[in-house]
């Protein structure tokens, strides 16, 4: 038999949850028993979740490092609640076996982050940057930027982000090409958007912009062989995950000049140390994995992980599982208790 709502105990650790909208947190705190939040400004580690979940049942969680070992720990842990929409830190299989039901928030930050993967596009032709920073040391330079217009942007990709991308760049006439071998050419069409392999992509695109998720054939799917098939002087965005580059073929890659310049909102270690030489290049275009934070976005995922923890604790079904397996027929078993 489910436990009541108000004897619940849930882990909170975005700390963007309700900040825009505190009427999130007002429900959460008035419908279960307890709620913990994180304790930084930051996603936490597998050693730091440890202790916070011990003895909760729900978790909304963000970009936590969230191993078997985590799992292990929350002995009455029944949901993690994902925001967004990758799950590639948590352990799937763990959670499975544990009966921990995992979902996320497909859509909700899509337009977000296709936002600033354009903003990231038009900064790099610009030279926003440097051009700020210039004018700020009250110097007064001559820069030449690149017109995105008859340029070809390439997006490796081509799931909910990509293509919110490839809409939104219609408004500056580059010629938009797109890989994705999850999808069939005619898929990619549709959108006005001209389907290649990644070969062609590379060779051909002023713009590489990185849309896939983290799997065993993406990890470091940006290497030195990527990288070198890229037509000369182009420009790399990275607004999907770290994971996905080599950050030490990258490194290589500008510093040759191979690559005219990056852009990165995220990294294989966050926050990346101090001293990674990627943070001393002035070609690269840096920021803190925000490409979701949006007061829309934020307020829409904040919603849908509340909606979905607070269904797995009631003992319904979630909108969004993304390990539907852990429901091997209309009731599961969950730390050994039986849920309907």
Not at 5 to 18: A, D, E, I, N
Not at 50 to 57: A, E, G, N, S, T
Request: glycine share 8%.
């Amino acid at each position: 038999m489910d436990e009541p709502l108000h004897r619940c105990k849930v882990l909170v650790t975005p700390t963007s949850f309700g900040k825009d909208d505190p009427g999130l947190r007002h429900l959460l705190e008035q419908t279960v028993g307890e709620v913990v939040y994180n304790p930084v400004e930051r996603p936490l580690r597998s050693d730091e979740l440890k202790p916070l979940v011990r003895d909760c049942d729900g978790f909304i969680a963000g970009l936590d490092e969230i191993d078997a070992s985590v799992l292990e720990a929350g002995k009455q842990l029944k949901v993690i609640a994902r925001y967004g929409v990758g799950v590639d830190r948590v352990d799937l299989q763990a959670a499975t076996r544990l009966g921990i039901v995992v979902t996320n928030t497909p859509g909700a930050n899509s337009g977000a982050v296709a936002e600033l993967t354009v903003a990231l596009i038009l900064a790099l032709a610009r030279h926003l940057c440097q051009a700020n920073q210039a004018t700020h040391r009250g110097e007064w330079p001559r820069i030449t930027g690149i017109g995105l217009q008859q340029k070809t942007i390439g997006l490796v990709g081509f799931g909910r982000i990509g293509r919110e991308v490839a809409i939104r760049l219609k408004a500056f006439s580059p010629q938009v090409l797109a890989y994705d071998p999850n999808l069939a050419p005619e898929e990619i069409a549709r959108y006005a958007v001209e389907p290649v392999t990644l070969e062609a992509l590379l060779a051909r695109a002023d713009f590489v912009s990185l849309h896939a998720p983290v799997v065993p054939s993406t990890r470091n799917m940006v290497n030195s062989q990527f990288l070198s098939v890229m037509k000369p002087g182009a420009f790399l965005v990275n607004t999907a995950r770290g994971e996905l580059v080599d950050e030490e073929a990258l490194i290589e890659a500008l510093q040759s000049g191979r690559l005219q310049g990056a852009a990165l909102d995220c990294f294989r270690k966050e926050p990346p140390d101090q001293n990674h030489p990627l943070l001393q290049l002035p070609q690269v275009i840096l920021s803190p994995h925000s490409g979701s934070h949006t007061d829309q976005a934020v307020f829409q995922m904040g919603q849908m992980a509340l909606k979905d923890c607070l269904a797995v604790l009631s003992g319904e079904r979630p909108e969004y599982v993304v390990n539907p397996e852990v429901y091997s027929s209309s009731e599961h078993e969950i730390h050994g208790k039986s849920k309907s």
